[in-house]
């Protein structure tokens, strides 16, 4: 939420409001669904759509098993979206310490090395889609990138809605 405040606030007119947290965006799109909607975790663990959803396992010692940390969840969701929240999140200057910690521990898991001291310039940058990859390294180029046209949104917003004429009698 921090970011999307940030955009909207450096680009005037701009209007995120569908950037909406994880727990909302469950709420939204399995309304009336889920048996718990108190937490995040509830939301995810009482939604039918994940029934039977297992997330595979790899022999350890002893008979135990533990999570595969390479598989899918891991290694598809942490270069896409959570690299390209972080990189954008960076070019914002927004400090962002618990994606931090964990894209810290992910990139270990895949096999990756994308985060280097806090920032999105890793050897496996360009393997993400975070906006550094394709070499974006400030907002402004974000913005040229991503199509927004500062300028054009200002101008909407300082552009009053035509008023209606009032109804007939």
Same mark, same amino acid.
């Given at each position: 939420?921090?970011?999307?405040?940030?955009?909207?606030? #450096?680009?005037?007119?701009? /209007? #995120?409001?569908?950037?909406?947290? #994880?727990?909302?965006?469950?709420?939204?799109?399995?309304?009336?669904?889920?048996?718990?909607?108190?937490? @995040?975790?509830?939301?995810? /663990?009482? /939604?039918?759509?994940?029934?039977?959803?297992?997330?595979?396992?790899?022999?350890?010692?002893?008979?135990?098993?533990?999570?595969? @940390?390479?598989?899918?969840?891991?290694?598809?969701? =942490?270069?896409?979206?959570?690299?390209?929240?972080?990189?954008?999140?960076?070019? @914002?200057?927004?400090?962002?310490? %618990?994606?931090?910690?964990?894209?810290?521990?992910?990139?270990?898991?895949?096999? %990756?090395?994308? #985060?280097?001291?806090?920032?999105? /310039?890793?050897?496996? =940058?360009?393997?993400?889609?975070?906006?550094?990859?394709?070499?974006?390294?400030?907002?402004?180029?974000? @913005?040229?990138?991503?199509?927004?046209?500062?300028?054009?949104?200002?101008?909407?917003?300082?552009?009053?809605?035509?008023?209606?004429?009032?109804?007939?009698?």
């Amino acid at each position: 939420q921090a970011i999307r405040k940030k955009m909207e606030e #450096l680009v005037p007119g701009l /209007n #995120l409001k569908d950037a909406v947290d #994880l727990k909302q965006w469950y709420l939204d799109c399995y309304s009336g669904q889920m048996t718990d909607t108190s937490s @995040l975790r509830a939301c995810m /663990n009482t /939604n039918p759509g994940y029934r039977g959803l297992t997330h595979p396992c790899q022999d350890a010692d002893g008979g135990k098993f533990m999570p595969d @940390l390479k598989y899918r969840y891991l290694s598809e969701d =942490v270069p896409t979206g959570m690299c390209f929240n972080k990189g954008l999140g960076e070019l @914002l200057g927004v400090p962002m310490p %618990m994606t931090d910690k964990v894209l810290a521990w992910a990139q270990d898991c895949i096999g %990756m090395k994308i #985060l280097v001291d806090g920032k999105m /310039n890793g050897p496996d =940058v360009a393997k993400t889609r975070a906006p550094q990859a394709t070499g974006i390294s400030t907002f402004e180029q974000f @913005l040229v990138a991503a199509k927004i046209d500062k300028a054009a949104l200002a101008k909407e917003k300082a552009t009053p809605a035509p008023s209606l004429p009032p109804p007939a009698e």
